[in-house]
């Protein structure tokens, strides 16, 4: 089948904003196998999104298509960032036929900077469908695949006061365990984050976890908390 004009589009910018010296470095900093064209993340968000205004997808299915084009059919690293990018559409953010487009990426993705770049979209998913996303997240947390266990517990970074907790810590208890490097960090980042919000919540959790919570998981958790005033609250300096 035949690329979409859309897809055309990004692919020709893409490679005519190539710098190869650039590439050879985000290569090997990505430790990839597949080649990177050194085209700076917020230059490939540009390019995705003046193609999409040059020629917008008819439907859902047509971005699905297009993104999943550019996905499996990537030649090189920033086709791929290209494909989260459109997955950015207004039309598909609470669209839950996007689910199953986030786990193929996050499944053959599989490293933190493709895997991360759909936590967002999975998370404007939980809250637009807790019905629907809640029980997959959970069933997430307990998968075979380390990726997708970390994008169980990365779903709500930035959701803030809109926090399931009850889910959150759900996802983490069920990785304590786990020995990964990219889990432990993401268990870490995931309270950091919600620490900005609820530092009282976060400091609980810690101690009542503290047995399984694995010392990079405690230090990154507990990194922006305050000494708690005798009121229970602290302020968030951003420190």
Not at 45 to 62: E, H, L, M, T, V
Not at 84 to 105: N, Q, R
Request: charged share 25%; net charge positive.
């Amino acid at each position: 089948m035949n690329s979409s004009q859309l897809v055309e589009a990004v692919r020709s910018a893409l490679h005519s904003a190539a710098d190869a010296e650039r590439g050879r470095g985000a290569q090997a900093y990505m430790k990839s196998s597949m080649p990177s064209l050194g085209v700076r993340v917020p230059e490939v968000r540009r390019i995705a999104k003046a193609a999409c205004r040059q020629f917008p997808p008819g439907s859902a299915d047509q971005l699905r298509r297009d993104a999943l084009d550019l996905w499996r059919n990537a030649a090189v690293r920033e086709e791929r960032y290209a494909a989260i990018d459109l997955t950015a559409a207004p039309m598909v953010k609470a669209d839950p036929g996007m689910l199953p487009v986030y786990e193929e990426i996050i499944r053959t993705g599989a490293w933190w900077d493709l895997v991360d770049g759909v936590a967002h979209r999975i998370g404007a998913l939980l809250l637009a469908l807790p019905e629907i996303m809640t029980p997959v997240l959970l069933q997430w947390s307990t998968d075979p695949d380390m990726w997708i266990r970390r994008s169980s517990i990365t779903a709500q970074l930035g959701a803030k006061a809109r926090t399931d907790t009850a889910l959150l810590a759900a996802v983490i208890k069920a990785n304590l365990a786990d020995k990964e490097f990219f889990i432990r960090k993401a268990i870490g980042w995931a309270l950091r984050e919600y620490s900005k919000t609820d530092a009282v919540w976060v400091a609980a959790f810690a101690a009542e976890n503290a047995a399984g919570l694995s010392p990079l998981s405690t230090r990154e958790a507990l990194r922006l908390l305050p000494a708690l005033s005798p009121g229970g609250k602290g302020s968030d300096d951003g420190a």
